[in-house]
């Protein structure tokens, strides 16, 4: 994914503020790349290299402790985050279907983020609702039986939300404007 501009200087700072805590020894690249991401919200390839560096350890070491433990993301988390549920009662309801209705709609697979950062698409394991299933987790908000159409409505109310933010903003910017 592409960094954003000015993001590569602040991953740079933020990453070398988490190492000046820690020591310089192998045991350490577990605790240092939990802090960067709970700090950055996913685990950036220049935070990465960075680690290696500090550690003295080949950069493939840190991607393949990344990539072993599933609590550490690539990608960055999008400003709202989709969670499809894959437990058996959401899977046997249509879980699967519904996971491939986002990926085909968002242009993404799960774990990836979409290029502007508007969206995430994960594969959580069970979310407790197997009455209401196939459950996604939309931000925090459980949504219930969801089918492709519902998955299309979901999207659809993103982009009546941002449109009507965006007509917003263009009012307040032409009322600013007019009172010069």
């Known amino acids: 994914m592409e960094l954003l501009p ?15 805590h820690h020591g310089t020894e192998r045991r350490e690249l577990i605790p240092i790349i939990q802090e960067i ?18 550690l003295d350890i080949p950069e ?12 550490f993301r690539l990608n960055p988390p999008g400003k709202h ?10 899977h046997m309801m249509g879980g699967h279907i519904v996971m ?23 594969r959580v394991a069970c979310v407790g609702c197997c009455a209401l299933a196939p459950v996604v987790v939309v ?6 039986k969801v089918s492709p159409i519902r998955v299309d409505g979901i999207l659809l109310t993103f982009e009546i939300e941002k449109s009507e933010q965006e007509k917003e903003q263009e009012k307040e910017q032409q009322e600013g404007g007019t009172e010069e």
């Open 6 to 20: 000015g993001e590569l200087e602040q991953i740079q700072r933020d990453t070398a503020e988490i190492l000046q």
């Open 37 to 54: 991401q709970e700090k950055l919200g996913y685990l950036p390839k220049p935070a990465m290299e960075q680690v290696a560096r500090a």
């Open 60 to 71: 493939v070491d840190v991607y393949s402790v990344a990539t072993f433990y599933n609590q």
């Open 81 to 90: 985050q989709i969670k499809v549920c894959m437990g058996t009662a959401c």
């Open 100 to 122: 491939d209705s986002f990926e085909r709609r968002l242009e993404i697979k799960e774990g990836e983020t979409t290029p502007d950062r508007e969206f995430s698409l994960e």
């Open 139 to 144: 931000d925090e908000k459980v949504e219930a």
